[in-house]
């Protein structure tokens, strides 16, 4: 759901979005929910944070690679 919004937002506003907003793009109300799911993808690899600055994000190729595998099952279900 993260990884998603993270892609979805830079793909409507070109740039990556802050913390507050993927709290608004998913809905989940604690900021500190927000934090754990960013730093567990960074750490699984699936985005890169640069400067460990939240606007310094970005999608990796695994993460890319995930969002890819997710949208196909999606529509072989």
């Given at each position: ?8 937002f830079?793909i409507?506003y ?6 507050i907003?993927?709290?608004q793009?998913?809905?989940i109300?604690s900021l ?6 960013v ?14 600055n939240i606007?310094?994000i ?5 993460g890319?690679g995930?969002l890819k ?5 999606k529509y072989?279900?």
């Amino acid at each position: 759901m993260i990884l998603n919004a993270i892609y979805k937002f830079n793909i409507i506003y070109g740039y990556y979005p802050s913390i507050i907003n993927l709290q608004q793009e998913t809905g989940i109300k604690s900021l500190s929910s927000i934090y754990f799911h960013v730093k567990k993808l960074r750490e699984e690899g699936y985005i890169c944070i640069k400067n460990n600055n939240i606007s310094g994000i970005s999608i990796t190729q695994k993460g890319l690679g995930l969002l890819k595998e997710i949208e196909n099952n999606k529509y072989e279900a």
